[in-house]
Structure formats: structure tokens, C-alpha cells
């Protein structure tokens, strides 16, 4: 994992995505954007602040972790 305010693709190109499971009420939510190389994680109330970015290989390996809880 690494924080950075860079990604290979600029900020605006990114698709982000956040859980169906999120109301429109502005809760406390994640969003996700997905690319070849990497999986960005940001904070949908600060959408300008740092994302976390994954390699494919840990997105899978949190998202099989959390299926099992």
C-alpha cells in the first residue's frame, strides 16, 4: 500500500465508485477507483485530500479477507 497524491493516471481520469451499501445522507463512505495497475481508495468527504493506492494483488487479497468476516 502507499499514500501519494499521484497515481499513473491524473485524478480526474480516475472513475470513482462508492458502495451501493452507501446512503445519500453523506455518511462517513469510501470510494474506489479501479485501473490496470492499481486500486485507489479515498475518502468521499475529501475527495482532493491523499488516496491510498493497492496493487491488484493486496485489493484482492482485503477484499477475500473481508468476504469471510
Not at 497524491?5 to 446512503?23: A, C, D, H, M, N
Request: hydrophobic share 40%; charged share 20%.
Amino acid at each position: 500500500m502507499s499514500v501519494d497524491t499521484r497515481t499513473e493516471q491524473q485524478p480526474s481520469e480516475l472513475v470513482w465508485f462508492k458502495s451501493s451499501y452507501s446512503g445519500t445522507n453523506g455518511g462517513d463512505c469510501v470510494e474506489v477507483a479501479a485501473t490496470p495497475a492499481a486500486v485507489h481508495v479515498r475518502d468521499s468527504k475529501r475527495p482532493r485530500a491523499a488516496s491510498l493506492t493497492f496493487s491488484a494483488e493486496q485489493w484482492g487479497a482485503f477484499a477475500a479477507y473481508a468476504g469471510q468476516a
